[in-house]
């Protein structure tokens, strides 16, 4: 094992020890920002921040051959903007939230280039305008490190940014239906993501793809569509 993954461990490890301190005080996210403040503006002490777009994500993204032509996306627990940046630069508008103002701070001077809006949210307490809003609405990895308590309201929030005739893509490790996820963060299983079929978006692709590590585990890459909402005469 290189110096590399030795420190994404630690970090790992670190991450888990927070969540489970403020999950003791009953906060379930705040440990997020506390970790983005721990890491004092260097990327590689943040285990998922690559400064470079999910790869699953662009694995898929590339073989669909996604476009944006200007339509709004939002990215769901953003982070550092790489996947925000990652659907600007294919053409779409896009709006990228976290809980951690650290987060947001960090991205906001990393893609200061870019008209990209950041804003600070809570996935739980969503904005109203925001709901049905969104042509394509892209969810990386946030969902798995969620106490699995919450997980149906998690999955709940998401599928209402989703607006007519709109798209979700979602990003997780992946796990069978009966496999019990053991560890943070915890991965999701198809019966996890049917969730998502209960708010009127229809799966219209599911990819498993190999991860890096040794054995690798599973990556999913899940996309829906809502159908069109018939108005009222």
Known sequence: ?????????????????LAAQFAERGDNVGWFDAFYKEAGGDNEQIPWADLEPNKFLTLWADAVGLKGNGRKAL?????????????????FNVTGFDISPTAIEWAKRIHAE????FEVADLLQP??????????????YTIQPLPL????????SIAGFVGNEGELVVVTRGREDDEEPVELPWPLSRKDLSRFET??????????LDGDEDPPMPRFVVRYKRARRETAP
């Open 149 to 156: 308590k919450i997980r149906d309201s998690v999955i709940d």
């Open 1 to 17: 094992m290189s110096d590399i993954d030795d420190l994404i461990e630690l970090r790992r490890a670190r991450a888990r020890e």
């Open 199 to 208: 708010h009127g978006l229809k799966q219209t692709d599911f990819r498993i």
């Open 127 to 140: 904005f109203r305008e925001w709901l049905g809003a969104f042509d394509f609405v892209l969810e990386v």
């Open 75 to 91: 990215v769901v627990g953003c982070g550092l903007g790489d996947d925000a940046k990652y659907l600007y630069d294919l053409g």
């Open 114 to 117: 870019t008209d990209i809006r």
